[in-house]
C-alpha cells in the first residue's frame, strides 16, 4: 500500500506565495500528480513529476525528490479563485503489473484579500 | 463526447437497494478507473480497467461492489444490498494509458445518498 500525508489546511494571502507539501511512502514509484479540486466539483489535472527536479507551467510549479519522498506544489501570484483542494496523487507498479494512482486527503487552500 | 460523462448525477436510494452507476469515457481512452470520494477527503481508489479486463480491483470494498466494462468503452459501476456507508460522490476517470504520464480526467461524479 502507499501512505500520503500533506497538510489538511493552509491560508495564504492574495498576491502571495504558497507551498504545499506531499510526502509519500511507495515502492514502484512510477509519477507523482498534483490536481486541484474545487468545492462541488471534479480534480483537474495540474501537474506530473516522475524524475527529480522542478516542472514550471506558469503560475504554478511542482518539485519531485524520489529519494526522500517528497514533492511541493508551488503556486506565485496567488488569486481568489486559486482557493481550492490541492490533492497529491501518487502512481505505483505493483508486482501484478497494475498501475494504481492513489491520492491523498487534499490539502484546503483558503486564499483571502 | 469532450469530457467524461456520468450518469446520473444524483442518485437518492433506500438502504438494501441496487444501484447502477454509469461512465462514458473519453473517446480512446483505454484506462478507467473508478474512486469514491467522501467530504473533506480525498479519492479513494475502487478499480480501474485496462481495455475491457479489471487490472486492479484491489479497492473494492466488498463483495456488494462489483464494476464491468463489456466493450472497453463505458463502465458500470454495480452496488449490491447498499448500506448508508456507501453513501459519498463516485467519481469515474479515464486515461489515455494507465502508465507513465497520462494524467486522469475525471467526470462530475454522480452522489449517491443511502436512506
Known amino acids: 500500500g502507499q501512505n500520503i500525508d500533506q497538510p489538511t489546511e493552509m491560508t495564504a494571502t492574495e498576491g502571495a506565495i504558497v507551498q504545499i507539501n506531499c510526502t509519500y511512502q511507495t515502492s514502484g514509484f512510477n509519477g507523482l500528480f498534483w490536481y486541484q479540486q474545487h468545492a462541488g466539483e471534479a480534480p483537474t489535472f495540474l501537474s506530473y513529476?516522475?524524475?527529480?527536479g522542478l516542472e514550471e507551467k506558469g503560475r504554478f510549479s511542482s518539485f519531485l525528490s524520489r529519494s526522500k519522498g517528497y514533492s511541493y506544489l508551488l503556486l506565485k501570484e496567488l488569486q481568489m479563485k486559486d482557493s481550492a483542494s490541492y490533492l497529491c496523487a501518487v502512481r505505483d507498479r505493483s508486482g501484478a503489473g497494475s498501475y494504481q494512482l492513489t491520492f491523498g486527503k487534499g490539502t484546503k487552500l483558503s486564499v483571502i484579500p | 463526447g469532450a469530457g467524461v460523462s456520468q450518469t446520473p448525477s444524483n442518485k437518492v436510494t433506500e438502504k438494501g437497494k441496487y444501484v447502477e452507476l454509469r461512465c462514458d469515457p473519453i473517446?480512446?481512452?483505454?484506462?478507467l478507473y473508478w474512486y469514491r470520494q467522501s467530504l473533506g477527503q480525498g479519492p479513494e481508489f475502487l478499480i480501474y480497467?485496462?481495455?475491457?479486463?479489471?487490472?486492479?480491483d484491489s479497492g473494492l470494498p466488498n463483495d456488494r461492489f462489483f464494476a464491468v466494462r463489456p466493450e472497453g468503452s463505458v463502465s458500470t459501476l454495480k452496488i449490491q444490498r447498499t448500506e448508508r456507508g456507501d453513501s459519498a460522490v463516485y467519481l469515474c476517470a479515464s486515461s489515455l494509458r494507465a502508465r507513465d504520464n497520462s494524467p486522469l480526467h475525471f467526470g462530475n461524479g454522480t452522489r449517491l445518498t443511502v436512506t
Open positions: 480497467f485496462q481495455g475491457t479486463g479489471a487490472a486492479d
Open positions: 473517446s480512446g481512452h483505454t484506462a
Open positions: 513529476n516522475v524524475l527529480d
